[in-house]
């Protein structure tokens, strides 16, 4: 079982931007798409963005689509979500996620392995 630890959560003001990381645990990380999902107070789970296992394709939700990027370091074990132009809108836990097949999906019970999660608080 794959172990990630998210980071790069804060609080920033509205049109500031983040940088969020996710590294992974074991040698296969490499093999599998990965995701960023949200969750805002009182709310559900939501995809945010997801990329196949080369890095060469991506999915974002229209909410966030233009304002954030999603990317990956086979090299490093590591996936990133760029974030831009935030708004009070985007605040939420983030969480990465592992797909548990080939597909890079936007539902999370596509993914089998699932951080802990890090808290982006933008204010206006």
């Known amino acids: 079982q794959v172990q990630l630890v998210e980071s790069g959560g804060g609080l920033v003001q509205a049109g500031g931007s983040l940088r969020l990381s996710c590294a992974a645990s074991g040698r296969t990380f490499s093999s599998y798409p990965m995701g960023w999902f949200r969750q805002a107070p009182g709310k559900e789970r939501e995809f945010v963005a997801a990329?196949?296992?080369?890095?060469?394709?991506?999915s974002y939700a229209d909410s966030v689509k233009g304002r954030f990027t999603i990317s990956r370091d086979n090299a490093k074990n590591t996936v990133y979500l760029q974030m831009n132009s935030l708004n009070p809108d985007d605040t939420a836990v983030y969480y990465c996620?592992?797909?548990?097949?080939?597909?890079?999906?936007?539902?999370?019970?596509?993914?089998?392995?699932w951080g802990q999660g890090t808290q982006v608080t933008v204010s206006s």
């Open positions: 990329i196949n296992w080369t890095g060469g394709f991506t």
């Open positions: 996620a592992r797909s548990r097949g080939s597909y890079y999906s936007q539902f999370a019970y596509e993914y089998d392995s």
